[in-house]
């Protein structure tokens, strides 16, 4: 189903990126197929033009009538003006996916014309390697055959779970945000294995070894992670020693908190922009 259809990316930031790197890799989708813009830096879309083959253009350039599925991907505060500028250039045809936290289906349906098929989707960066855990959920004018479609092409970057859009601000602070609270976790590895003599770069590929192992293993050995874990800890040993340590400080708890944290955030944003009150997002 892929094969033929037209992508425009509008937004051309990190994750845009990420999404690029990943479907352009799979092979599924030619660079000819997708075009990128963004607010107004021409270098940025050069340089992804250059990197992955694509057609970077000026917003007022895109042949909207060409494109079949349009991907939102900058930040939330500008998603009202962009749904907005929107309207006019937009047939029944067109499929909206949106990638924003916090930016319901029922807000964009709002604001776009009626009966407009959407999907709200949440990625996350490793879209670029081809691993991402992307969840979806179709609005409410979405046909089956356009949640296919974009599942397909969001299969491109990773693996896609279909949820319900009560669960999109949960997903987002487990999985969306996911990435970052791992690479925070290995910055700080990173700093005691230097700490206990090291060289930097040995320690990451260590790092990095143990974390991909660890995630394996739940994957291929379908196992709950706290039976992986007791496997791990002899009594009285090193692990029960760095166990204790993590649950003295509060690890367990922290890692917790930062999921309801991120998940919360996301909420607040759907309610600042339902109010109306996109100007106290600022920089999201
Ligand atoms: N970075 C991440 O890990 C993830 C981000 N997201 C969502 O992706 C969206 C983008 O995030 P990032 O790429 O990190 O942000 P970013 O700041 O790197 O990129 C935002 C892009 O949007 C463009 N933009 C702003 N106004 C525009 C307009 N009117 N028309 C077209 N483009 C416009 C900017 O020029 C920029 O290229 C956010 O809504 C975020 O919630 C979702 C999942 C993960
Ligand atoms: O930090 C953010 O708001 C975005 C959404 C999920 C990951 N990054």
Redesign the pocket.
């Known amino acids: 189903m892929l094969k033929t259809k037209k992508i425009a990316f509008?937004?051309?930031?990190?994750?845009?990126e990420a999404m690029i790197a990943g479907i352009v890799d799979s092979g599924l989708i030619s660079p000819s197929q997708v075009i990128v813009?963004?607010?107004?830096?021409s270098q940025?879309l050069d340089e992804l033009k250059r990197k992955y083959g694509i057609k970077g253009l000026h917003?007022n350039d895109i042949p909207f009538d060409e494109m079949d599925l349009i991907i939102l991907?900058?930040?939330?505060k500008?998603a009202e003006?962009?749904l907005t500028s929107l309207k006019h250039e937009l047939n029944q045809d067109h499929l909206i996916l949106s990638?924003?936290?916090g930016i319901s289906t029922s807000f964009m349906e709002n604001h776009l014309p009626s009966g407009q098929q959407v999907i709200r989707v949440?990625?996350?960066?490793s879209s670029m390697i081809g691993e991402s855990a992307t969840a979806m959920s179709p609005g409410t004018h979405t046909t089956q055959n356009n949640t296919k479609l974009a599942k397909e092409l969001l299969e491109c970057i990773g693996k896609v779970f279909m949820i319900t859009e009560d669960q999109m601000d949960i997903f987002t602070g487990l999985a969306?945000s996911g990435p970052a609270y791992f690479y925070y976790l290995m910055e700080h590895m990173e700093q005691a294995g230097v700490e206990g003599s090291l060289d930097m770069e040995t320690t990451r590929e260590i790092i990095a070894q143990t974390v991909l192992g660890a995630a394996r293993m739940i994957m291929e050995q379908y196992e709950d992670p706290g039976v992986l874990r007791e496997n791990v800890t002899s009594p009285n040993g090193t692990t029960a020693a760095g166990l204790d340590a993590l649950s003295r400080n509060g690890g367990g708890k922290a890692i917790a908190a930062a999921v309801l944290s991120a998940a919360k955030r996301s909420r607040e944003i759907s309610s600042d922009l339902e109010k109306g009150q996109s100007s106290k997002l600022q920089t999201v």
Do not use: E, W
Not at 10 to 16: E, K, N, P, R
Not at 37 to 41: E, L, Y
Not at 73 to 76: F, G, T, V
Not at 122 to 125: D, K
């Open positions: 509008l937004g051309a930031g990190s994750m845009a813009t963004n607010k107004s830096n940025r917003r991907a900058m930040k939330p500008d003006n962009v990638v924003l936290a949440m990625p996350n960066t969306g």
